[in-house]
DNA sequence: CGAAAAACCTGGCAGC
DNA sequence: TGCTGCCAGGTTTTTC
């Protein structure tokens, strides 16, 4: 489900575990992405959460031991609320961190995405070669265009590589594009400040504009499949092949670049 | 080295 | 009803 609104709109759902006691975690699968470490319940039980944040789609709890559960939610996770009096699980429940009253599952049928411990998260592989954070200064245009003048890929490639800006998914990298009225097939490098301007400014809105409406499916979040996401997102492009570009009444057209479906308009998009 | 393709998985859906 | 093939919101690993 996720991308960066997912993961903050997840953040949001779980951040009242801040401060409590976490009593104990289940490991049911410890096959992910990468292997749970042998360990991981013994080396989190009864510490203290003592704050819960996001680096790019990543959700990180600190623990009162110094130690750090990284969790990525990959192409089909999601955390889910439950009270502990019902013993309810659903296939591919993996993970279960477990407080007083209630606890938080990990569930992912895919299996892409994975939890970890670690002590320094600056130094974890997964989270040292970030680039900067998209609703942050660090995201900005002329840091932007001068990475992409040195970049011989396309622009939504670039867009999704999270060495340039991260949170950007193949959904929003679509929805960006056509807001700021660029191809996505263009070389990064052919982009001028201007169009720099605009894909920066166009990231920003998309992301707190999604990030607004997740915040609405909070309500949902104990159900265990009202997992917060796209569906109440106005989408101009992604998924609208053959249908009318809500700008200029032309068709949407669908291409593949890397590997990836992408939607965008032939006559808005330069 | 950077860029592009393959790989990791399961489930849902269209088409036969 | 099956069965088959294709598609899916990510990112690492392998190949070129």
């Known amino acids: 489900m996720p991308e960066l609104p997912e993961v903050e709109t997840t953040l949001r759902a779980i951040k009242k575990f801040k401060g409590s006691v976490l009593k104990e975690a289940k490991v049911h699968n410890k096959n992910l992405r990468w292997p749970v470490v042998d360990g991981f319940e013994s080396s989190v039980k009864e510490q203290v959460v003592e704050n819960l944040e996001r680096r790019a789609k990543y959700i990180i709890f600190k623990l009162s031991n110094n130690k750090n559960i990284i969790i990525h939610l990959g192409m089909s996770g999601n955390l889910r609320i439950a009270n ?8 591919h429940d993996h993970i279960e961190l477990i407080f007083d009253d209630e606890r938080i599952i990990y569930n992912d049928p895919r299996r892409f995405g994975s939890m970890h411990l670690t002590a320094n998260i600056h130094k974890h592989k997964l989270i ?19 990475a992409c ?16 800006v991260v949170g950007i998914g193949n959904i929003y990298a679509s929805e960006s594009l056509f807001l700021a009225k660029i191809n996505p097939s263009k070389n990064a490098n052919k982009l001028d400040l201007e169009a720099c301007k605009r894909l920066v400014a166009a990231g920003k809105q998309i992301l707190e504009q999604a990030i607004e409406v997740g915040g609405t499916t909070l309500k949902d979040f104990y159900s265990a499949d009202g997992s917060p996401g796209y569906f109440k997102f106005k989408l101009n492009v992604y998924g609208r092949e053959g249908e009318i570009c809500n700008n200029c009444k032309n068709s949407i057209h669908k291409t593949v670049i890397n590997q990836r479906a992408t939607f965008f308009c032939k006559n808005c998009q330069i």
Not at 150 to 159: A, G, P, R, Y
């Open 84 to 91: 502990n009096n019902e013993n309810f699980f659903i296939k």
């Open 149 to 164: 003048n040195n970049s011989k890929t396309n622009i939504k490639s670039f867009l999704m590589n999270q060495k340039n």
């Open 128 to 146: 040292k070669n970030l680039g900067p954070e998209p609703l942050s200064e660090n995201f900005n245009a002329e840091d932007f265009f001068s």
